[in-house]
Every structure is written in structure tokens, then in C-alpha cells.
């Protein structure tokens, strides 16, 4: 039986994209190597960025599977602020805020291409 979930992120630069995913999650890694940087998002959730798997991975390719960061509280509005602090910090944005019919999202990316969308909790 599963006890945990830990999405992996393959990135170029595990260091960097720690620093990156550290500063929109607001929280330091929980575990770290030169290749392999994990956060714990809580009770039975994580998450990995993990270098070094492929070369050279490229913002160019599309990704087809998403990073969800759901907002647990302040409904449309925490979306929206989140998103002008991203916005503000220079992520780049792939889409702006809007409502997708479970409620308001957005999605972003990572300087690796990974995409990050931002959405309430179900």
C-alpha cells in the first residue's frame, strides 16, 4: 500500500531549481544531494528535482504533465495574489488566470520547462 506521493521534476540543475521551487513554495528542502533535492509538502506528499537523468533538457520540448500547487485556503483571490507574486518575481507564465470550472487556475513554468499550475484544492 502507497503511503506517500513524491512527484519527480527531472531538471538540469537540481542546486538551482531547488532555489527556484524553494522560493515559490516559501519553505528550505528537506533532504539534499548535488543531483537529487526532495521538499516535504506535508503529510504524505513531496516532491524531487531531480539532475542528471538526461541531458540537456529543453524549455523547448512540451511537457505534457503538470506540477498541481493547491490552495487550500482564500479561494479565487489566494490564486490571484499568487499569481501576481509569481508574475512580480519573473516566472514565466504559459497561462493567465483563468476559470477552468473547478475554479480559478493558472499555469507557469520552470526555467526547464516544467509546468506548475497553481488551482484550488477539491
Partial sequence: ????????????????????????????????????????????????????????????IPRTSEVCLAVHEGGPDEVDAIFKEWQSKGVTILQEPRDAGFGPTFLAADSDGNRIRVAPRD
Fill in 1 to 60: 500500500m502507497t503511503t506517500s506521493v513524491l512527484s519527480i521534476v527531472y531538471v538540469n540543475d537540481a542546486p538551482a531549481a531547488a532555489r527556484f521551487y524553494g522560493d515559490l513554495l516559501g519553505m528550505s528542502p528537506s533532504f539534499e544531494t548535488p543531483g537529487y533535492i526532495t521538499f516535504d509538502l506535508g503529510p504524505g506528499a513531496g516532491l524531487a528535482l531531480w539532475s542528471g537523468q538526461f541531458e540537456d533538457l529543453s524549455p523547448d
